[in-house]
């Protein structure tokens, strides 16, 4: 899309608002990611054990669907701005030039944690051995990153509509490589499990699970952790508003709990099968976990499918992670365009992204992610659902013409160097402050604030609530109007392309038989030798689905939209 179709300082319009599908396969697409393989193996390298992975993550990965659900998608489809925008709105143009520098530059790492792992796949067919340091050891790997990266950014720049296609094509394959990888490697673990021939029970996987993949070590790290960390592993997104950059485009609030597919998919099922492939393929490969990339973890689980896998994997990650930076450092220079801004934000990405370190280190880094910017989370749900409630008036220091909202700035400091005092003196886990740190800012914000003229009131505030008001309105008229239309639509699709998602849908099929077949007759062999075969066949016929039902769809509000057009504003 066009840099002037991603309505960067403006309300999204009706007409380019998405549907349902295109959400829950964006939530999936993302976060069944290439950093599920690190993640999940560095829950094996924690000492961790398996009751607490595996209840840890159940309740941590429901707070995060929560805070999306009830924060992050509500605020989004109100507004209907970028998190730049609206905290530009709030915070004023100076706030926002320092916040858009700060939350750019954090996710043009994560973006470069993502390409580093679709990397480490790429790296083996040209021999080139596993990259686990801080740097690369073969000038070869930094040529692969450059190749990656360039994929990466040319998606990036096409915008939301084409991340969200590409997310809709490959989640399903994606969510079935994780599932297929460790049913694949169950084998090897039980075989690694003394008294445990077989899987029989429940009791059975624990077993294995507490004595060969999650080996409890009685370290610092327990469950709570384990729970703050699944709900912050995302923080910059729901807790600190990332995600208004995806949501405003949705039509409905509800779709946030979308999340739950990436949650509960992504970070619970995908955490848990990365960890029995780790496990497994350490003990294959005869070394540490810690050794191992995700490339060569895939690959000894899943052949070239599990290339493939990774690569896409990072893929689907680091494309909306370097449009969401785009977004970022476009917001300093509205002339610049979302487009320039994209390319030059990616290539200074992909150079982040010869370096290993980015995802060796990921753990910590999307903990100091969250405490740098949730507290700009908790400055915007304050304003925008607390003043009202309290009696203080919302948008109070664009009234006043200032060009910095100094509370909002002053307490987004303190809130952060109050975190990093708290970390560094030892008397919270990093994983722990953020909740501390939220009311922290909150009760700062609004004090500050009142102090500074929120408790005042303006007659710009009644004409803009207006202006807002009648906007929401048209919105609401337009949405129930094109739903009716969908619902009476007649959307024809060829018979070739019919043909083409059934047979995509039976190779996935095919795909999940050769992984239970590999598990019963623990045969890796044939997996890893084959598993490519309906791969192929997969992408093949649900790309050429995909693009006929769009096309078809297109001509079907084409013709509708010429015997009754719909006009929005």
Known sequence: MASAEEFETQAVSPNKLQGAKTFAASYAGEHVAGTEFVIGALFVSWG????????????????????????????ATDTRLTLYAYLEKIAGPGTIKLYSVVNGILFCVLAGAMITVSASAVRIPFGIPDQVGYFPTDLRFVLVVLGVGAVVVYMAVKGFKKLAAFAEICAPWMILMFFVGALVMMPTTVGATAGVDSINSFSDFLTVASESIWKDSDGDIGIWHVIAFAWIANLAMHGSLGDMTLLRFARKAKYGYFSALGMFIGHYMAWICAGIMGAGAAILLQTSITAIDPGSVAYTALGASGIIAVIIAGWTTSNPTIYRAGLAFSSLNHAWGRTKVTIVVGIITTIIACSPFVFSGLLGFVGYMGLLLAPVGAIIVTEH????????????SAYKGNT???????????????????????????????????IF????????????????????????????????AEEAAYLASVESNEEAANIKVSGLALAAKYISWGALVACLYMGISSYVNQDIAT???????????YFITATYAYIATQAATNVSENLESATKPIEAN
């Open 385 to 396: 659902w607390l003043f009202p409630k309290l009696g203080l008036t919302r948008y109070w």
């Open 48 to 75: 961790v054990g398996a009751v607490d992975v595996i209840t840890g993550l159940l309740f941590g990965n429901l707070l995060a669907v929560l805070t999306w659900g009830l924060i992050t998608a509500p605020i």
């Open 441 to 472: 800012a909150t009760v700062t914000y609004i004090v500050l604030a009142s102090a500074m003229g929120a408790k005042e009131t303006y007659p710009e505030a009644a004409k803009a609530e207006k202006i807002e008001s009648d906007r929401k």
């Open 404 to 438: 910095t909202n100094m509370a909002a700035f002053i307490t987004w400091i303190l809130s952060m160097v109050a975190g990093i005092a708290v970390e560094q003196a030892g008397l919270l886990h990093l994983f722990f402050i953020l909740v501390p740190l939220w």
């Open 527 to 537: 997996i890893t030798s084959w598993l490519i075969v309906p791969t192929l066949i």
